[in-house]
């Protein structure tokens, strides 16, 4: 059986990190000649796909199954 505790300060700290993620995300777009709302889809897949790359480098038996790409 494997117990797992919440780790309040780490989600916290992650939150907020991902909260100024946001908000610099929206303090580098120029509206007037830019789609904001692509902009912001896009920073946050280029986000997600760092952590699931993370997530795959990190654990080795994961990293070693196929993946595959679809979009």
Not at 19 to 27: E, G, K, P, S, V
Not at 31 to 36: E, M, N, Q, R
Not at 54 to 68: A, D, E, H, Q, R
Request: proline share 4%.
């Amino acid at each position: 059986m494997v117990f797992a505790e919440n780790d309040y300060d780490s989600i916290l700290m992650f939150k907020l990190w991902k909260a100024f993620q946001c908000i610099n995300c929206l303090l580098e777009i120029h509206p007037f000649y830019k789609d904001i709302v692509g902009e912001i889809q896009q920073a946050d897949s280029q986000f997600w796909e760092r952590q699931m790359e993370i997530i795959f480098n990190g654990l080795p038996i994961i990293s070693s199954l196929p993946v595959s790409h679809t979009m």
